[in-house]
C-alpha cells in the first residue's frame, strides 16, 4: 500500500512540476524584458547619480548634502524600474497593492517621525542656501 501511495504522490509532483514547467517557458519573454527593465534602471540610476552629484556639488558646498540628493534620485530611478518590471510581468494587481501598501506605510512613518523628518529637512535646507554657512 505504501508503495502505491509512493507511486501516486510520484505522478501528482510530476504532473505538477510539467505545469510548472510549462508556465515558466510560456512567461519567459517577459521575465526576460522585466530583467532587462531591471538592469537598464540600475545601471541608468547610477547615471542619473553621478550626473546629479556633479550639479548638486557645484551648489553645495556640503558633501553629505550633495550625497543626499544623489542617492534619493538614483533610488527614485531604481523604483521607476521596479515598477516598470512588474508591470511588463503583468502583475498590475500587485503592483496596485504594491503602491497602495507603500503609500499607507509612507504615511505611517512620515506621521511617526515627523519630527525628526522635519529638522532633517531643515537641516538640507538650510545648508542648501548660500547665505549660510557652517559654524554660523
Known amino acids: 500500500m505504501n508503495t502505491l501511495a509512493m507511486q501516486d504522490a510520484l505522478t501528482n509532483f ?3 512540476f510539467k505545469s510548472w514547467w510549462e508556465t515558466l517557458l ?3 519573454p517577459e521575465i526576460v524584458l522585466a530583467l532587462t527593465i531591471l538592469v537598464i534602471s540600475y545601471f541608468l540610476s547610477q547615471i542619473v547619480y ?22 534619493t534620485a538614483s533610488a527614485l530611478i531604481i523604483f521607476l ?5 512588474l508591470n511588463a510581468v503583468n502583475l498590475g494587481k500587485s503592483l496596485t497593492g504594491l503602491l497602495a501598501g507603500a503609500g499607507i506605510s509612507g504615511l ?4 511617526a517621525l515627523q519630527g525628526t523628518l522635519s529638522n532633517t529637512i531643515s537641516g538640507i535646507v538650510l545648508s542648501l542656501r548660500k547665505n549660510i554657512r557652517v559654524g554660523d
Open 14 to 16: 510530476s504532473t505538477q
Open 26 to 28: 510560456s512567461h519567459l
Open 50 to 71: 553621478r550626473i546629479t552629484n556633479k550639479i548638486v556639488a557645484s551648489r553645495v558646498n556640503q558633501q553629505s548634502v550633495g550625497r543626499l540628493i544623489s542617492q
Open 81 to 85: 524600474g521596479l515598477f516598470m518590471a
Open 108 to 111: 505611517i512613518i512620515g506621521l
